[in-house]
C-alpha cells in the first residue's frame, strides 16, 4: 500500500518563527507536492518536485520554500510565518505510470498566532 | 492558468437517488489534460475515485462514471443510485503537461437515508 506521511500533525508557531512540515513517501514516485487547503475551499499548489534536488514554484510560492534532498523526502518551510499561513498542508507524491495519481498524506494543520 | 470548476456545494439528495456533479475545466498549458474525481470520505485523507487520461473515455469508480468530453471541456461525476455511504467530499482535478494537478474546490455530497 503507498504511504506518505507528513509531521508534525498538528503545529501552533508564533508569528516570525520558522515552520518546517515534513513529508515522507515509501512509494518511490518521482513526483512530490505541497498543498494548501483553506476551509471552503479546493486545494491550492504550493511547491512541487520532479525528484530529488528538485524544487518548482506552484501558484502560490509566496513566503514558503521547498525541499527535496532525497526521492523519499520532501519539506515545505515557512522561514517567517505570518497568520495568512493558517491552514491545512497536503503532501502528496504521483506515480506517473498511471497517469500522474496523487497519493496524499493526512495532513499538517498549522495555527499562526 | 489550467483551472476547474465544479458544483458548489452542498449537495443534498435521498438514497437511491441519481447525481450529477458537475466539473469544467480550462486547460491552457495542454490539449487533452488527465482529469480525475477525488474523494475524501469523513475521518479519511483523499483518496483517488476515478481517472481518464484520453479524452472520449468514460471512466468508473464504485458505481461512478465519468466521461472526459473534450468537445465541452467537462468531467460530470454521475451515478444512478446514491446510498448514504457515498457522504463525501468530492474534488474534480486536471493534470498538466508539466505533471502540476489542479483541484476545484471541492462538493460535498450529504445522502439522506
Known amino acids: 500500500e503507498a504511504a506518505v506521511t507528513q509531521s508534525p500533525r498538528n503545529k501552533v508557531a508564533v508569528t516570525g518563527g520558522k515552520v518546517t512540515l515534513s513529508c515522507n513517501q515509501t512509494?518511490?514516485?518521482?513526483?512530490m507536492y505541497w498543498y494548501r487547503q483553506d476551509t471552503g475551499h479546493g486545494l491550492r499548489l504550493i511547491h512541487y518536485s520532479y525528484g530529488a534536488g528538485s524544487t518548482e514554484k506552484g501558484d502560490i510560492p509566496d513566503g514558503y520554500k521547498a525541499s527535496r534532498p532525497s526521492q523519499e523526502n520532501f519539506s515545505l518551510i515557512l522561514e517567517l510565518a505570518t497568520p495568512s499561513q493558517t491552514s491545512v498542508y497536503f503532501c502528496a507524491s504521483g506515480d506517473i505510470n498511471s497517469g500522474n495519481t496523487l497519493y496524499f498524506g493526512e495532513g499538517s494543520r498549522l495555527i499562526v498566532v | 492558468g489550467d483551472s476547474v470548476t465544479q458544483t458548489e456545494g452542498p449537495v443534498t439528495v435521498s438514497e437511491s437517488e441519481s447525481l450529477i456533479i458537475n466539473c469544467t475545466y480550462s486547460?491552457?498549458?495542454?490539449?487533452?489534460?488527465?482529469l480525475f474525481w477525488y474523494v475524501r470520505y469523513p475521518g479519511e485523507g483523499l483518496q483517488l475515485l476515478l481517472k481518464v487520461i484520453t479524452a472520449g473515455q468514460k471512466g468508473s469508480s464504485r458505481g461512478f462514471e465519468a466521461t472526459y468530453n473534450k468537445e465541452t471541456t467537462s468531467f460530470h461525476l454521475q451515478k444512478a443510485s446514491v446510498q448514504e455511504s457515498d457522504s463525501a467530499v468530492y474534488y474534480c482535478?486536471?493534470?498538466?503537461?508539466?505533471?502540476?494537478?489542479?483541484f476545484g474546490d471541492g462538493t460535498q455530497l450529504v445522502v439522506k437515508p
Open positions: 512509494n518511490n514516485h518521482n513526483n
Open positions: 486547460a491552457t498549458s495542454i490539449a487533452y489534460p488527465n
Open positions: 482535478a486536471l493534470g498538466d503537461e508539466g505533471n502540476r494537478i489542479f
